[in-house]
Every structure is written in C-alpha cells, then in structure tokens.
C-alpha cells in the first residue's frame, strides 16, 4: 500500500491517473521479489485486483551464483565459505557488488573484464586442490569474469522476475498502464533493460522510481497521511 500511494504521484506526472488505470509494482528486494496489480478508483483511491504473488529470487541470489562459479572454479567445497569464513565471505561478496553486480548493464559495449585476485583470499586458496592450484598459479591466481559469465549470474534470477510479471499481465481482466520496479534491487540496470526488452510493447510505462530502495518508506509517510487510500483487497 505504502509503495502503491508514492507510485500514484508518478502515474499522475504521466497523465495516466484516470479512474480504471491499473498499474503492477514489482518489489524486488535482496531474498524475495514479490508483487500486486492495482487499479484507481473513484476519490483517488486504489483497489487490489489481483492476490500478490512472489518468489525467492532478489538479488542475493545474484551474489549466490557468484560463489557457486567461485566453487566451480577453484573447488566445490568453497561453497561452505560463508559459514566456515564468514566476514572473508562478505567482503569477498562486497567486492562483486560493487566492482560487477552494480555497474553491469546487460550490455557488451559497457562491460569491462574484471578479474579477482585469488592470492589476496587465504579462505578461498585453502580450499585449492593440487590440480586446480597448478592451474591457478599458471594464471598467476587470477579468475576472469568475462560478460557472458556475468550474465549468467543474473539470469536465473531475472528470468524468474520475468516470469512473475508475465503471470501477472496474464490473470488482469484489465490492460496495465505501468510497472513500477521498486526495492533493492531494482536499482538493476540489466533488470531495468530486461523488463523493457518483454514488456515495453504491452505497458505505456515502466518506471523505477529515484532511490528504488526507499520507496516503500518514503510511499509510507505518504500513505499514513492518506488512511483510506486503498478500498479493497
């Protein structure tokens, strides 16, 4: 409800705020993605039309299938780093997001090799066997992550996403007017251009509002101010 009031303000700078205007938002947030349709009624209040429906695929399981290609790469035990070595774990997370997951857009052209440096993770070489760290240390202990590896990190979980707003434009007796992507991780610019890419010609408006991740709360103030605001679920 909280999102739905802030994303009204939107629908109205877009002149699309007429009685019978629906819209889904889609929160994506770091463990579940979850979302509802909503239609404006009369007095500028909103009704739920459909149940809201949701799945276990925000953007943390970004960062899992990030360690799963570490454990693919060096050895399948790597996998345990998070609960054996767990602050090694979240820096090592904390790199990706802010070297490859955040800046990735989903296109080529903007996509700039990156490499980890092996020898600087004592948690991970610990788990090198003698095969893998020969090879490794032929490559001087760096690991590629090249477009198409990346790629492949996002796409269970956007796919996913992709799935769930299809279902939801599938069960509206309405045509949507607007997507509004909210929460974490819809700060995504490969999700953005995902969205974009399936649904572009079947909604007026996809929109991510300023700062994603604070509209809930921001929608909150708004919509305490406004009690009433939604009619019916």
């Not at 790199?95 to 052209?109: A, L, Y």
Request: proline fraction near 3%; charged fraction near 25%.
């Amino acid at each position: 409800e909280a999102a739905a009031s802030y994303c009204m303000k939107v629908l109205d700078k877009h002149h699309l705020n007429s009685v019978g205007t629906s819209f889904l938002i889609c929160d994506c947030g770091g463990d579940t993605v979850n979302m509802m349709t909503y239609e404006i009624l009369n007095g500028n209040k909103l009704g739920v039309i459909t149940e809201r429906i949701g799945d276990f695929c925000g953007g943390t399981y970004v960062d899992r299938e990030f360690i799963r290609y570490i454990s693919r790469s060096v050895d399948s035990t790597v996998i345990n780093l998070r609960e054996k070595h767990y602050p090694q774990y979240e820096i090592l997370v904390y790199e990706f997001c802010r070297h490859v997951k955040i800046p990735f857009t989903g296109n080529r052209d903007d996509f700039d090799l990156f490499c980890f440096d092996l020898e600087t993770w004592p948690a991970i070489k610990q788990y090198v066997d003698q095969r893998t760290k020969m090879d490794l240390e032929s490559n001087d202990w760096l690991l590629y992550l090249n477009f198409e590896t990346v790629k492949q990190m996002f796409d269970p979980a956007v796919d996913r996403i992709i799935r769930l707003i299809d279902q939801q434009l599938n069960s509206n007796v309405h045509d949507l007017s607007a997507i509004f992507l909210v929460g974490g991780f819809s700060s995504s610019e490969y999700l953005h251009l995902r969205v974009k890419e399936e649904f572009s010609s079947k909604v007026r408006l996809i929109d991510v509002p300023q700062r994603p991740s604070t509209v809930i709360v921001r929608g909150a103030v708004e919509y305490g101010l406004k009690i009433g605001t939604i009619k019916t679920r």
